[in-house]
């Protein structure tokens, strides 16, 4: 089949996301973007850019769109030429948290679930994500004064399924676990440097470690944006002879070098929807710790749940210390959890999103859209 892919902050995770898909579909796919900033203007305007720069809808058989545009907007200046959508929710502007000092636009929230209603098919990237949205969008159209459309949301879920999205390891690589090389673990923290991924909790977690005596080194990976927290400053001082990599990595293969050194990753996220930074270092070999909370509990396997989540401050300080200073005792579940994030892996999932696709595409032509019976979420 042709797909048209529309994503208007093509960056990060989303860019990841494009990229991946496009890699390892068997369709043929033409990706239409624009640069990541700007986010609520995307939403607003993303729209009249993609139908003025995409060429004859007509020709393709489906379109897959992401969560930062108005679909109700793209339909209806598209006209009878527009393909059925797939609509594809990396997150949703009815939960995702405020920043310091921000009011919530409920008007953002509420293109999210008109645009649900006006695709064809909808995807969540997990089962909280989808639980998530719901919970959200009842609370909103509590809130309006009369005519409440709660039928709305029976039509969006009958149409709703979860496809986690895929990681990428180079193929043919079992993961596994390789040595660092260095005298001392590598903590890895491969997150946005904004404050929903919670920075301050995990450098004041590495203080108390230091306090303690714990030796370690770190690696700061990830995505940085205008703006930046002030505590990764202050972190690149207090931390400056443990810190061994400071920023983005353009080079992926630099990037993957780094996370098959780490022995732990720790996320201490407050807003995360999947964790494909998380995944991508558990299948290089890094040990996960997670919040229990979002979507962490569901990737991970039941047996090893009480290793890795943690519920509180103190409990991520004693599972980190204990992960830092027990090298050969942890070998065995680093290579259980890598096995597990590789089934995350683009060539494992690719398959669920060219067959919804495809049932799309020859829903719609039918006069139905098939409803999926992916994403039961067990792990």
């Given amino acids: 089949m042709k797909v048209l892919f529309l994503e208007s902050f093509y960056g990060g995770s989303h860019k990841d996301f494009a990229q991946g898909f496009c890699g390892y579909s068997e369709h043929e796919v033409t990706v239409v973007s624009l640069p990541p900033r700007f986010w609520k203007w995307r939403m607003r ?35 009878p030429d527009c393909p059925p959508v797939v609509f594809y929710f990396h997150e949703n502007q009815l939960s995702y948290p405020l920043a310091p000092n921000e009011k919530r636009d409920f008007h953002l929230g509420f293109t999210n679930i008109v645009s649900a209603a006006a695709a064809d098919a909808v995807v969540f990237n997990s089962c909280f994500h989808r639980d998530d949205f719901f919970n959200a969008a009842r609370k909103l159209l509590r809130k309006m004064p009369d005519t409440r459309p709660g039928w709305l949301l029976d039509d969006i879920e009958a149409k709703t399924c979860v496809i986690y999205p895929g990681i990428r390891l180079p193929k043919g690589r079992t993961p596994g676990i390789s040595g660092s090389g260095l005298d001392r673990p590598l903590i890895v923290w491969n997150h946005r440097w904004e404050y929903d991924k919670n920075p301050d909790l995990f450098f004041r977690v590495l203080g108390r470690l230091k306090e303690k005596g714990v030796g370690f080194y770190l690696a700061l990976l990830g995505e940085q944006y205008d703006k930046v927290p002030q505590v990764f400053e202050r972190a690149k001082d207090t931390f400056r002879d443990e810190i061994l990599v400071a920023g983005y990595q353009a080079s992926g293969e630099v990037y993957r070098e780094w996370l098959s050194k780490g022995r732990v990753v720790v996320s201490t996220a407050i807003q995360e929807n999947f964790g494909i930074a998380v995944m991508e270092a558990t299948a290089y070999g890094c040990f996960p710790l997670l919040p229990d909370r979002l979507s962490y509990p569901e990737l991970v396997p039941e047996r090893f749940r009480r290793d890795v989540i943690y519920s509180s401050e103190k409990m991520l300080l004693e599972k980190l210390t204990t992960a830092l200073t027990t090298a050969d005792g942890l070998v065995p579940a680093r290579r259980a959890l890598a096995q597990n994030a590789a089934r995350f892996s683009w060539e494992a999932m690719i398959g669920e999103y060219d ?11 039918a006069g139905t859209v098939k409803t999926s019976s992916r994403g039961n979420c067990k792990v």
């Fill in 45 to 79: 305007g993303a729209a009249l850019q993609f139908v003025k720069q995409a060429q004859d809808l007509s020709s393709y058989d489906v379109i897959f769109a992401t969560d930062l545009m108005d679909l109700t907007d793209f339909k209806g200046l598209a006209g």
């Fill in 355 to 365: 067959r919804l696709l495809a049932e799309t595409a020859r829903g719609k032509k």
